[in-house]
């Protein structure tokens, strides 16, 4: 393989507890930790495995989203990435549009494989990178939990309902990472500094002149239903006893 | 206000889910239409034919249920429907984000409510808000979360014609070559009314062998934490949680789980839950109903035993 590209969102760092903003407008996103999305740490990770198990010589990380998103390309570079491209914008934009942009930066850079994530934390949508291999007409494996390198393309362990299968898909091909693909590297301070001279460059979204409007209409965001709490169960007599209270209950209901 | 509804199934048996998807779709208004592909669409056509609400059943036997062959399949199909809904299962997810893709479409997906015809409610930010969206596309595409809605009520099944898709059959660019199927036959867990869940505290594979025994005695799904998956204490397919499976049941027994948010991210819809932890302050003993402070090696065996007696 020539190229890997990357796809990494920055995302409300998944230890973050958020707050539903109280007029449902959305997700208290001011000055709450950011980073990279979890699940695209795992995709960079297998994309740096490959090049240096010298399946592949360049990676080249690519996010979409406002000028800030710079740091998760830095974080891609420090992994091990090559050169970062910034698709710069300051709308939110949804998966759809998401996917549109990838595709042609993917048009442009001619990637033998692009790697995703299975879902960013924030939406949880779980669309883009199916989004994308359908606009390219490429093959697609999700849910990745082992990625080999073959003579026909690649061999994908993916995680299913039933368990676990292995699928052969010929290149190029669209890669969505499962939290047991790999162990993400931390980047050590040297590699940090140096993923500030890698190129970067930067690609205003409007320039791409697609449609990116938005589809759906999001008409509140509100919290869950809480839960109320409940109480200290004595011995194992009582427990078994509301157990067994509960499983006849939703025998009948 | 047609609906189609894609069939999730798996050697050849429709998935369980499918009675509460075909369900909801037929809340929306119009006649249900089940799309079955694949090797066993025969098979499996004549138990989605059982459900009530199904006005057709059409079968692609010789298209792969994969994203890339049911991807142009649905396309040539999505004129006749308002609605394209799968289960939010593996298939599903796989498929329908590339199909409105293909279409030029936004879907919507891990459904959890329905109030009408175009708008709906997904959990963002692993269940803890709730986002209601409204679309005014021509066409929506849905997966639906079956944990989310309620059984198919019984009810005579309408006797709907079984018909074949036109079309030829597409070899799949994806083939798959092994499969490692989770033995055992433990209820689904997605649509279980019952969960026993065992988190790293478990501590080996032995160790769930006790979450099995206990949730044979309560004819009960098995779930598992990520610490205990990622542990190889348990299989894949357990994973409850933001990345996992959502379940909902009517009791979900947490034992040596601490409720971190992405596990707490799959079992919202739980009624009653029980936890046992040696730790008053974890996080899911706070939300339980009912939690017992104990050595999950001393309390689950006899509370086996117990229940063995009682007769649960
Ligand atoms: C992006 C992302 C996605 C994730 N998705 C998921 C997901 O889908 N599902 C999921 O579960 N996790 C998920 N996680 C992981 C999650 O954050 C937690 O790490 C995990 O849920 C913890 O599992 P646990 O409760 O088994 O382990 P721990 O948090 O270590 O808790 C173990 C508990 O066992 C108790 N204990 C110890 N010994 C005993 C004993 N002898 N008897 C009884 N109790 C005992 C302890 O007090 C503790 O409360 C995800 C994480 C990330 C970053
Ligand atoms: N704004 C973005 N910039 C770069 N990659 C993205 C962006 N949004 C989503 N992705 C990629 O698509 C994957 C799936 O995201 P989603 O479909 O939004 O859950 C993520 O894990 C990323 O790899």
């Known amino acids: 393989m020539k190229k890997i590209l990357v796809a990494a969102k920055r995302v409300v760092d ?41 399946h592949a010589a360049e990676v080249v990380v690519v996010s979409i989203g406002p000028k800030g998103a710079t740091d998760v390309i830095l974080t891609g570079l420090a992994m091990g990435g090559h050169r970062g491209i910034l698709v710069e914008t300051d709308e939110k ?55 080999e390198v073959t003579e026909e393309g690649l061999k994908v362990t993916r995680e299913v309902d039933f368990g676990r299968a292995e699928y052969g898909l010929p290149l190029p091909a669209v890669v969505t990472a499962d939290l047991r693909l790999n162990t993400p590297r931390n980047a050590a301070l040297p590699m940090v500094m140096k993923a500030r001279s890698k190129p970067l460059a930067v690609r205003p979204a409007a320039e791409f002149g697609l449609d990116l409007a938005p589809r759906l209409r999001v008409e509140k965001i509100a919290p869950p239903p809480e839960r109320a709490g409940g109480r200290a169960v004595a011995d194992i007599a009582e427990l078994a006893a509301i157990i067994v209270e509960t499983k006849a209950e939703a025998e009948i209901g | 206000m047609a609906v189609l509804v894609l069939a999730e199934h798996d050697l050849g048996a429709l998935s369980p889910a499918m009675g509460r998807v075909v369900a909801a779709a037929e809340a929306l208004g119009g006649p249900v239409d089940v799309l079955v592909a694949g090797q066993n669409a025969q098979v499996v056509a004549d138990q989605a034919a059982l459900l009530p609400g199904v006005g057709r059943v059409r079968i692609a036997e010789a298209v792969a249920p994969t994203a890339e062959t049911l991807t142009p399949l649905l396309a040539s199909l999505a004129g006749d429907y308002d609605h394209i809904i799968a289960v939010s299962a593996a298939l599903g997810r796989d498929v329908i984000p590339r199909l409105a893709a293909s279409l030029d479409l936004m879907p919507v997906t891990d459904v959890t409510a329905i109030h009408g015809p175009n708008r709906f409610e997904r959990p963002i930010y692993a269940g803890n808000a709730i986002e209601t969206v409204v679309s005014e596309q021509p066409k929506h595409l849905l997966t639906l979360r079956a944990s989310a809605f309620p059984p198919a009520k019984l009810a005579p099944a309408g006797d709907p014609p079984i018909e074949p898709v036109a079309g030829a059959a597409l070899a799949p660019l994806v083939q798959l070559l092994a499969a490692h199927r989770t033995e055992g036959d433990r209820p689904d867990l997605a649509t279980a009314k019952i969960v026993v869940g065992g988190g790293i505290a478990v501590g080996s594979a032995e160790g769930f062998r006790l979450i099995e025994e206990l949730a044979a005695v309560l004819g009960a799904a098995v779930g598992a934490t990520r610490a205990a998956v990622d542990a190889g204490y348990a299989p894949n397919d357990w994973q409850v949680g933001q990345t996992g499976k959502i379940i909902a049941p009517d009791l979900y027994i947490a034992i040596g789980v601490s409720g971190a948010l992405q596990h707490l991210a799959g079992i919202q819809g739980t009624k009653k839950i029980v936890a046992i932890n040696t730790d008053a302050e974890a996080p899911l003993m706070k939300l339980a109903d009912y939690r017992l402070v104990g050595d999950l090696f001393a309390v689950v065996p006899a509370l086996i035993t117990e229940l063995k007696r009682v007769g649960g």
């Open chain 1, 93 to 147: 934009l949804e998966t759809l549009a998401v996917a549109k942009l990838l595709a042609a930066v993917a048009r442009e850079e001619n990637p033998d494989l692009v790697l995703l994530g299975k879902q960013a934390v924030d939406d949880d949508s779980n669309h883009v990178g199916q989004m994308l291999a359908g606009l390219l007409g490429w093959p697609q494996a999700t849910f990745a939990s082992g990625i």
């Open chain 1, 14 to 54: 998944h230890n973050v507890r958020i707050r539903v903003r109280s007029d449902g407008s959305g997700v208290e996103t001011d000055n709450v930790r950011l980073s990279m999305n979890p699940f695209d740490k795992h995709a960079v990770e297998a994309a740096v495995q490959l090049v240096e198990q010298g």
